[in-house]
């Protein structure tokens, strides 16, 4: 069974500093993995994924973030943060082969100060 | 093209009452599913249909029925609605060809059971 860990609730940033969210996966497959974001009261759009491609995954909005399989991490960083960032942040796996059902961490809410 | 549909985009229901919340999607993918978001919870999967004439329970199902109407459509229904189910019910279908395996989300339906 799969499953995901989002570490931290809750992150806050300054306006220009990095961002780093993190996240462990477990899988008893070779999982495929997704960042998502959720602005307020909106739906859900994809941010990244990766599919057992390359280790490091560039996203929109300048996001990106790198498949550590000796971690069991998928870590979401961007270099400089923008009010526009801030939202709710999800770290989703899915099973073999890119599997239909899709397991969703419970959220980081990222806050940026100006 | 519009994606994924979602109506209504708020309710307000009584204890006891019945109601369904409606979802269509446009890009032909076969998969589709339902799922609600709580807070602190992440998205939680209550059913999905893998083709049309076929349903399956997820996480969270007790106290809903699906009704996969056609390839497009994918019904969620309350029966006899309770607080409990007080949540935000996102619909989503799955592109599993093309460019690759991805879920597409609607804009979700707000839900407020008194």
């Known amino acids: 069974a799969q499953s995901v860990t989002q570490l931290d609730s809750h992150v806050s940033v300054s306006e220009g500093t990095p961002v780093l969210l993190r996240c462990n996966y477990s899988s008893s497959y070779s999982p495929s993995l997704f960042w998502y974001v959720q602005h307020p009261n909106k739906g859900l759009q994809l941010l990244l994924k990766?599919?057992?491609?390359?280790?490091l995954v560039k996203g929109i909005n300048g996001f990106e973030a790198e498949f550590k399989k000796s971690e069991t991490s998928f870590h979401l960083t961007k270099p400089s943060a923008h009010m526009s960032d801030a939202a709710e942040y999800f770290c989703?796996?899915?099973?073999?082969?890119?599997?239909?059902?899709?397991?969703f961490g419970k959220g980081t809410k990222l806050t940026v100060n100006p | 093209n519009a994606g994924v549909t979602q109506t209504p985009k708020f309710q307000v229901l009584k204890t006891g009452q019945s109601m369904t919340l409606q979802c269509a999607q446009d890009?032909?993918?076969?998969?589709m599913y339902w799922y609600r978001q709580d807070p602190g919870m992440g998205l939680r999967l209550i059913y999905y249909s893998a083709s049309e004439g076929t349903t399956d329970k997820g996480e969270v199902p007790n106290g809903y029925n699906v009704s996969r109407l056609n390839k497009r459509e994918f019904s969620l229904r309350l029966e006899s609605a309770a607080p409990s189910q007080t949540s935000v019910y996102f619909c989503a279908s799955f592109r599993s060809r093309g460019r690759g395996a991805e879920q597409f989300f609607g804009p979700g339906t707000r839900l407020t059971v008194l």
């Open positions: 990766y599919t057992s491609a390359a280790t």
């Open positions: 989703v796996v899915s099973g073999q082969g890119g599997s239909e059902k899709l397991v």
């Open positions: 890009m032909n993918h076969n998969s």
